[in-house]
């Protein structure tokens, strides 16, 4: 990647499902992904995305091959709190640290994990949403985008202020199934190996998405207060930098 800036698997992996997905384009899934990586990182380079998509092909064929994907091959959106698989989203015990630094519920200094506020598991089902409202955000009409959304009142899309000290939503993730997919590979939080846990233990990926996707929603669960709380208080241990 280019320097000063990095993509993770997860968001590689979410880059390669994006570009599967879109098969409108007469064009390759390689060039696709390249031509995507370049508009997502401003000064990425050719090369450097072509390291990226190199990287990510290599991590999705060292398991089953992505080359058979298709929708029917996501997880059903409900899962059960007691029966969490092996995936990166519902076993944050099974992830790679990303490095270190204040964990976004508990504020401590510590080795940290991804947490994807939209998990990966209601990815095909969010997505949908995002395409339904995409006639709307193009029109202007955010009331009824974010009625559609359905994703809970603390949920807010990103936007840049203008110069003249408007808001401007960034509408280019609506613009296809690959922005929409980049951009819900990237809406993360930076958390605590503990802290992924306890978050993970007491609400499932549905609710996760459409309720507790904002650091702030998740801190109005009443467990994962509590815990975060009695947490601050706690030395890292094992977890410190």
Same mark, same amino acid.
């Given at each position: 990647?280019?320097?000063?800036?990095? *993509?993770?698997?997860?968001?590689?992996?979410?880059?390669?499902?994006a570009v599967l997905l879109e098969s409108e384009s007469g064009k390759s899934v390689n060039d696709i992904m390249i031509?995507? *990586?370049?508009?997502? !990182?401003?000064?990425?380079?050719?090369?450097?995305?072509?390291?990226? *998509?190199?990287?990510?092909l290599k991590?999705?064929?060292?398991?089953?091959?992505?080359e058979d994907y298709s929708d029917e091959d996501d997880e059903d959106l409900h899962v059960d709190n007691e029966n969490y698989d092996s995936d990166s989203d519902s076993d944050p015990d099974g992830e790679e640290y990303i490095g270190s630094g204040e964990c976004e519920l508990c504020e401590r200094e510590m080795k940290l994990t991804r947490h994807h506020l939209i998990p990966k598991h209601t990815w095909k089902h969010i997505t949908s949403r995002f395409v339904s409202a995409a006639p709307f955000v193009e029109e202007g009409?955010?009331?009824?985008?974010? #009625?559609? *959304?359905? !994703?809970?009142?603390d949920f807010q899309l990103p936007s840049t202020k203008t110069t003249r000290g408007t808001e401007e939503y960034l509408t280019g993730i609506f613009s296809s199934r690959v922005q929409i997919k980049l951009f819900l590979s990237s809406y993360c939080a930076n958390l605590c190996r503990p802290c992924?846990?306890?978050?993970?233990?007491?609400?499932?990926?549905y609710e996760l998405a459409e309720r507790f996707n904002t650091v702030d929603s998740l801190l109005k669960n009443e467990n994962i207060y509590k815990f975060c709380k009695w947490a601050s208080k706690q030395k890292a241990g094992?977890? #410190?930098c």
């Open positions: 990647s280019k320097e000063g800036s990095s *993509l993770s698997i997860d968001e590689c992996d979410g880059i390669v499902e031509e995507t *990586l370049c508009d997502y !990182l401003d000064e990425m380079t050719h090369d450097g995305a072509e390291n990226i *998509l190199n990287q990510a991590e999705e064929n060292s398991e089953d091959g992505w009409d955010m009331e009824s985008a974010y #009625r559609i *959304l359905d !994703l809970g009142d992924h846990s306890c978050v993970h233990g007491n609400i499932d990926h094992k977890y #410190r």
